[in-house]
């Protein structure tokens, strides 16, 4: 098992440097008008920028199942009511893990199995309007884990 998490490290430490030589980045704009919407929210007094779920599924089946995977992850972003961008997903042997990232236009949903371990660790980070804990509901339906832990985290308090 150390030698798969090791050749995934690899990989993905290599695909990660291709990405950040080939990707040119541009500060955004931030416009003062009224009529902007800044998309923070406020719970019980306090202003956050977005819910980042922290979520590990254990005992899970489907693991390795690329196509499984990725229609769980596009029926999650239709339950959390965002928007999906761009949705990127890598195999790493036919029977092996998966590891990938859902853009959204509310921030993402990343993912990455162990199906020789019936694990998979999810993080969903979503802001505005969407609904980020009813992927929950679609990771218990896809992946039928015996047991789902999920922490939550409100990013940018304070900002």
């Known amino acids: 098992m150390m030698h798969l998490l090791t050749k995934r490290v690899a990989a993905l430490s290599k695909s990660q440097t291709a990405l950040q030589s080939q990707t040119e980045f541009e500060p955004a704009s931030v416009s003062s008008g ?3 919407k800044d998309y923070f929210m406020v719970r019980e ?13 254990y005992g899970a089946s489907h693991l390795d199942n690329l196509e499984h995977v990725e229609s769980a992850l596009r029926e999650a972003v239709t339950a959390a009511k965002a928007t999906l961008l ?14 990938g990232v859902v853009v959204l ?10 199906p020789e371990c019936g694990y998979a660790a999810l993080d969903v980070f979503m802001c ?32």
């Open 34 to 36: 009224s009529e902007d």
């Open 45 to 57: 007094g306090v202003r956050y920028a977005g819910v980042h779920l922290i979520i590990d599924i």
């Open 86 to 99: 761009h949705i990127h997903l890598h195999h790493f042997t036919p029977n092996g893990g998966i590891s």
């Open 105 to 114: 236009a509310e921030s993402h949903i990343s993912i990455h199995t162990w």
């Open 128 to 159: 505005g309007d969407s609904a980020p804990h009813e992927t929950i509901k679609v990771l218990r339906s896809a992946f039928s884990p015996e047991r789902i832990a999920v922490e939550e985290h409100l990013r940018g308090r304070g900002a």
